[in-house]
C-alpha cells in the first residue's frame, strides 16, 4: 500500500514570503493531487498533476515521478493561504490515499 | 455555477435516529463519493459511485447506506445513528475517476450524535 508523507506538518511565515509544502510517497502513481482545506472546514482541489509542473496563480505544483515527490509552492504568501493543505494519491481508481495535511499560517 | 451541494449543513441526532443526508451536483460528473472527517484525521472514503447505477464500499462502510438517485444525487443514511459516526461528512463529485480528473468537495455537514 502506498504511503504519503508531507513536510513540515507545521508552517509559520511572514507575509510575503515563498512557501513550499513537500509531499512523497512510496509506490509509483500516476497522478497526484493537491487539495486545501480552508480554516472554516470547506475543501477545494487545487491541482491534479501527472508530470511536470502547473501553475495557477501564485501556486505552483511540481512532481517528479522518478522521485516519488511533489512540491506545492506558492510566492507572494498573503494571510489568505492560511489554510491546511493535503497531497493525495489514488489508491485505485476511486480511492485517495490522503497525506496527513500541513498546516499553514502567514502573518500579516 | 453551485457545484456540489450538500444539505443539511448541521444536524444533531439522538442515538438510534435515522437520516439521510442530501448531495447534488451540477456539473455532469459521473462518478460521486461520500467521506467522513474526524478531529486530527484526514478523509476516509464511505462510499462512492464511480457512475449512475452504481455504488461500491469504501474504507469505512460499516452503518450506512447509500442511493445513487441519479446522475446529479447521491444520498446517505444514517440507519441508526450512534455517537461514533459524530463527524464532518463531506460530499465530493468527479467527471470520471480520480486517476485523470480532480474531485469537487460539497461544504461539509456537521453531524453529531448524541
Known amino acids: 500500500k502506498n504511503e504519503v508523507e508531507q513536510s513540515p506538518q507545521n508552517l509559520t511565515a511572514q507575509e510575503g514570503e515563498f512557501i513550499t509544502i513537500n509531499c512523497s510517497y512510496s509506490v509509483g502513481i500516476s497522478a497526484l493531487h493537491w487539495l486545501q482545506q480552508h480554516p472554516g472546514g470547506g475543501i477545494v482541489s487545487l491541482f491534479m498533476?501527472?508530470?511536470?509542473?502547473k501553475k495557477h496563480g501564485r501556486l505552483i505544483a511540481t512532481i517528479n515521478i522518478q522521485e516519488k515527490h511533489s512540491s506545492l509552492h506558492i510566492t507572494a504568501s498573503h494571510p489568505r493561504d492560511s489554510a491546511v493543505y493535503i497531497c493525495?494519491?489514488?489508491?485505485?481508481?476511486?480511492?485517495?490515499?490522503w497525506g496527513a495535511g500541513t498546516k499553514l499560517i502567514i502573518k500579516p | 455555477n453551485a457545484g456540489v451541494t450538500q444539505t443539511p449543513k448541521f444536524q444533531v441526532l439522538k442515538t438510534g435516529q435515522s437520516m439521510t443526508l442530501q448531495c447534488a451536483q451540477d456539473?455532469?460528473?459521473?462518478?460521486m463519493y461520500w467521506y467522513r472527517q474526524d478531529p486530527g484525521m484526514g478523509l476516509r472514503l464511505i462510499y462512492y459511485?464511480?457512475?449512475?447505477?452504481?455504488?461500491d464500499k469504501g474504507e469505512v462502510p460499516n452503518g450506512y447506506n447509500v442511493s445513487r438517485l441519479n446522475k446529479r444525487e447521491f444520498s446517505l443514511r444514517l440507519e441508526s445513528a450512534a455517537p461514533s459516526q459524530t463527524s464532518v461528512y463531506f460530499c465530493a463529485s468527479s467527471k470520471r475517476d480520480l486517476l485523470n480528473t480532480e474531485a469537487f468537495f460539497g461544504q461539509g455537514t456537521r453531524l453529531t450524535v448524541v
Open positions: 459511485s464511480a457512475s449512475e447505477g452504481t455504488t
Open positions: 498533476l501527472s508530470s511536470g509542473k
Open positions: 456539473m455532469n460528473h459521473n462518478s
Open positions: 493525495a494519491v489514488p489508491e485505485s481508481n476511486y480511492q485517495l490515499i
